[in-house]
């Protein structure tokens, strides 16, 4: 396919919504993937924009239906991505952006490692993560527990990571997410190399 992947992940807090806000406009055409929850949706969100929020029951006909190209438990709630409009996306020769968690990185890596770059960002700190979950007055105490206990052992898979982005302050945060989505796009994939090699040999 000739497109490309760039797949975000990092504890829920860590900014990631906001890198892509912020640097939308200097990345070029892009398509964000919006994946299927059977989480509640929180204040501010709705359907259909931040995610789509579905039942269990219908996430689990569309797991049976093949639907999705991942899927994940996360905080005991099922996330995924479904496969078509990925699929269509990158015919079209596009950037597609993924905010999914080590799980699903995993998933795509198996999938799709060829055109896959991929980034971790998280806060400097597990503190400055409390701070802002309980700043942002989202989610209750029990499920910002859930979410921190879920970064302490997402963190150790920053190795697995083609880059690390380590947000700070959001332009900061921002401009490294535009120098890691630009070479996102110029990452190849094997088939796309091998034309290229025949074409640049011509006839010799
Ligand atoms: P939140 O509930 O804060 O929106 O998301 C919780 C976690 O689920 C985040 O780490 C986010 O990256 C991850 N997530 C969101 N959508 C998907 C998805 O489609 N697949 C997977 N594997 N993880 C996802």
Redesign the pocket.
């Known amino acids: 396919m000739p497109g490309a992947i760039l797949v975000?992940?990092?504890?829920?807090?860590a900014g990631?919504s906001t890198i892509i806000h912020t640097a939308s406009d200097a990345i070029g055409e892009y398509y964000f993937?919006i994946?299927?929850?059977t989480?509640s949706p929180r204040v501010g969100e709705s359907d259909g924009k931040?995610?789509f929020f579905v039942s269990r029951e219908s996430f689990e006909e569309d797991i049976k239906l093949g639907n999705f190209l991942?899927?994940?438990q996360?905080?005991g709630?099922y996330?995924?991505?479904s496969l078509k409009p990925v699929e269509a996306a990158l015919k079209k020769g596009k950037l597609v952006i993924?905010?999914?968690?080590v799980?699903?990185?995993r998933?795509i890596r198996e999938k799709l490692n060829g055109i896959t770059t991929s980034v971790f960002v998280t806060p400097p700190t597990l503190v400055e993560l409390e701070e802002r979950l309980h700043s942002r007055r989202t989610d209750d105490d029990a499920v910002i527990q859930k979410?921190l206990s879920?970064a302490t052992e997402?963190i150790c898979a920053i190795s697995e990571y083609d880059f690390v982005i380590v947000n700070g302050t959001v332009e900061q945060a921002a401009t490294e997410f535009i120098i890691v989505a630009n070479a996102a796009r110029l990452k190849c994939s094997r088939d796309e190399e091998e034309a290229f090699i025949k074409k640049w040999l011509g006839d010799k």
């Open positions: 975000l992940s990092g504890p829920s807090g990631k993937s994946s299927t929850t989480r931040d995610y991942e899927y994940a996360v905080h709630n996330y995924g991505t993924f905010d999914i968690d799980q699903g990185h998933l979410r879920n997402e």
